[in-house]
């Protein structure tokens, strides 16, 4: 019989991913309409997850990538999303994490667009609780969106 042998892994190496600059500013911050939005990437128990963040704007075809520090933390330079039919303005985000073997995907709607989120088809058919944890919050100047893989307060995940 063979000796067992330790596992390896190999990758992922999110640095090669991260070398576009600035990837996290989708706008220039100094344009007016700039918008500071940061968040952390949080597992079940609130501890911070190496991962990558992708957000994109469909309306105006624009993306960005953002990777996270040892607290987890991330942070992008946008502009506010156009309205796309009965959709509220809105960023798909993408979640590349240690351990997923898949990305997940969610979305950040802006908490000045009550109107437009409660006639959003996807954020009105979800329960208020599962509700909150898509609308981005107010923070200082910009805006805040953690993002908690499982446990109490999850965000909402959707399928790819």
């Excluded at 600059?21 to 706008?27: F, G, K, N, T």
């Excluded at 908490?111 to 919050?137: G, Q």
Aim: aromatic share 8%; net charge negative; proline share 7%.
């Amino acid at each position: 019989m063979l000796p067992t042998t330790p596992s390896q892994t190999v990758g992922p190496f999110y640095t090669l991913g991260l070398c576009r600059e600035p990837a996290h500013e989708l706008i220039p911050p100094s344009d007016p309409s700039a918008i500071s939005l940061g968040g952390r990437l949080l597992d079940g128990e609130g501890e911070p997850i190496d991962g990558v963040i992708e957000i994109w704007d469909h309306v105006a075809r624009r993306w960005g990538r953002s990777g996270t520090d040892g607290h987890g933390r991330f942070a992008f330079t946008i502009g506010k999303p156009g309205r796309a039919g009965d959709d509220a303005a809105r960023l798909d985000v993408y979640v590349f994490a240690r351990g997923l073997l898949k990305h997940q995907l969610t979305r950040i709607y802006f908490p000045d667009e009550r109107a437009a989120n409660a006639a959003d088809p996807v954020l009105s058919a979800l329960d208020t609780a599962d509700r909150a944890t898509l609308i981005a919050r107010a923070d200082g100047d910009g805006l805040r969106f953690d993002i908690r893989m499982q446990g109490e307060g999850a965000t909402v995940f959707f399928a790819v």
